[in-house]
Nanobody
């Protein structure tokens, strides 16, 4: 059974930093592309960042550019979040897509984690 699990969420003050991790079991995680998404209450799911299976293609959503960094090793995918703002408060989820999707849409993500809550206090 495939399972993605996020960790590292929590409460952080505005201007602070958090590092989220996404680990997987039941699949060869290093051969999948991975995206980070977030969803705040009452809002649509928002794309945050993407890294391809080899780490050579990285993309960021507008809200993440210049503040967030996505990276990966053979075991997990990470999202380093700096200079955090109130509007970064959301549930953050990771998702995995097959490697052929170098620019996947939401429907191209095959596996999703349950998400981890990130709350930024001002």
């Amino acid at each position: 059974q495939v399972r993605l699990a996020e960790s590292g969420g929590g409460l952080v003050q505005a201007g602070g930093s958090l590092r989220l991790s996404c680990a997987a079991s039941g699949l060869s995680f290093s051969t999948y592309n991975v995206g980070w998404f977030r969803q705040a209450p009452g809002k649509a799911r928002e794309f945050v960042a993407f890294v391809c299976w080899s780490g050579t293609i990285i993309r960021y959503g507008d809200s993440a550019k210049g503040r967030f960094t996505i990276s990966r090793d053979k075991n997990a995918v990470y999202l380093e979040m700096n200079s955090m703002k109130d509007e970064d408060t959301a549930v953050y989820s990771c998702a995995a897509s097959f490697r052929l999707y170098t620019n996947p849409g939401l429907d191209d993500y095959r596996y999703w984690g349950q998400g981890t809550q990130v709350t930024v206090s001002s």
